[in-house]
């Protein structure tokens, strides 16, 4: 008998049989907030109707039309909607299946366009588990071990990640800032530095938000020295941080936005967009793929596209997200064992420590798992894993996030006993 690998662990106990909105139910009928929303991707929450329309209506039409070979209108139509939501000038994209392929491509685009062989990323950020994204990983070794050599070429900058540091925000940035500038005096020259990848939100590395001062020196130091800025958007876009893009809280526009989760209510399907002028300098040959701009996930682009839009979900993010940063810092506020409680619209995170500063895993571990117990599903992150995050659909609302903070607060409760 056939059985899925033992390192594929599960984080809750439940077998899903089917989901509706914010809602799992496993097979014995069970109800679950998810507040894990398939890590991010499921934005318009549980087979949203309108998705799920647009999905049966396409497969009744066309699966698979392998787009390098024949052309078709849901990959048109989502190109075109897409333009309208894109930063100002990013108006060519090419589509790929996950995160990592569209990481990939962003990386061979940048060392193309530019001639120049280094990427500089920042400590605790998560690109994907490819060899080239993996190399790129700094959020967890968990990632990248055992399977050395990695990619060569790739440097990492500190990120202001003020809590790890014990410093106020500001603080951290100038330190980050100053010691990527040394980087570049004892690493990688800027003339050979390609790209800059950065999550405006570290993911993996614990739900950490950048700030517009640290975002703003980045994109100073790709103008002065003709280095490319990609947004690493891959669960940071699609409105899932109270603006459309993460980047948007920063008054920053990269040169290149990488798209995945989100974008198709959880189709396999994403991306890279970059101006007409820079994807042009990609080799001939050097985009491609068999699955990628899948017609059936493509119509569900569109529609999450149209969901999004018309139940005003980026907005309810902002609002949300506010509301559940608010009652998880009320959490945090009233239990010792939670050290810092942050994040940017539906990202928020509860970072564990013990008295003396070190990262609870345990505890954290079991403030996630007595919830699960409770009928909230909830993830945990960090390079300890002792973030607990929450990540719900856009679709949530205020009843729902309420009810999510009352079982949190049960469950820490029982956590820290």
């Not at 998810?34 to 396409?58: K, M, N």
């Not at 990269?254 to 995945?260: G, R, S, Y």
């Not at 506010?322 to 998880?328: D, S, V």
Request: with cysteine.
């Amino acid at each position: 008998m056939a059985r899925l690998s033992p390192q594929l662990k599960q984080a809750t106990p439940v077998v899903a049989d089917h989901g509706e909105g914010v809602h799992l139910y496993d097979t014995e009928g069970r109800r679950y907030l998810d507040f894990t929303a398939g890590i991010g991707v499921t934005s318009t929450g549980h087979c949203h109707p309108r998705v799920v329309r647009a999905a049966q209506e396409q497969v009744g039409k066309l699966i698979h039309g392998q787009y390098t070979t024949v052309m078709h209108q849901p990959l048109l139509e989502l190109t075109r909607r897409l333009g309208g939501v894109l930063p100002e000038g990013l108006d060519s994209l090419f589509f790929s299946n996950s995160g990592s392929e569209a990481v990939e491509a962003a990386l061979r685009l940048s060392r193309q366009a530019t001639g120049r062989p280094n990427i500089l990323v920042f400590q605790g950020g998560f690109h994907g588990r490819t060899v080239a994204a993996a190399s790129l990983t700094t959020s967890g070794t968990r990632f990248s071990a055992g399977f050395s050599p990695l990619m060569s070429g790739v440097h990492m900058a500190p990120f202001p990640y003020a809590y790890r540091y014990g410093w106020d925000e500001r603080t951290a940035t100038e330190f980050a800032l100053r010691e990527l500038d040394y980087l570049f005096a004892t690493a990688t020259s800027p003339e050979e530095t390609a790209a800059f990848f950065i999550e405006p939100v570290l993911g993996e590395g614990g739900y950490v938000p950048a700030n517009a001062e640290f975002l703003a020196g980045l994109r100073r130091r790709a103008d002065e020295h003709g280095i490319l800025l990609v947004a690493d958007e891959i669960q940071t876009g699609f409105g899932r941080t109270g603006k459309f893009w993460g980047h948007d809280h920063f008054g920053v526009r990269p040169d290149i936005v990488l798209i995945a989760k989100g974008l198709a209510s959880g189709f396999p399907l994403s991306g890279i967009a970059a101006s007409e002028e820079l994807m042009a300098k990609a080799w001939p040959g050097s985009q491609g793929g068999t699955y990628g701009g899948n017609a059936v996930a493509c119509a569900a682009a569109v529609a999450t596209l149209d969901v999004i839009e018309e139940e005003g979900l980026v907005g309810n993010a902002a609002a949300r997200g506010l509301q559940l940063l608010e009652g998880a810092r009320h959490v945090g506020e009233k239990t010792p064992a939670i050290g810092d409680v942050r994040g940017l619209g539906l990202l928020v995170g509860s970072e564990f420590t013990t008295p003396d500063g070190e990262p609870d895993t345990a505890t954290a571990q079991a403030a996630q798992k007595a919830a699960a117990a409770r009928g909230l599903l909830l993830l945990t992150c960090g390079a300890h894993m002792n973030v607990v995050r929450m990540i719900p659909p856009l679709v949530v609302d205020a009843a729902q996030v309420d009810q999510a903070l009352e079982i949190w607060s049960e469950a820490v409760a029982s956590a820290v006993e």
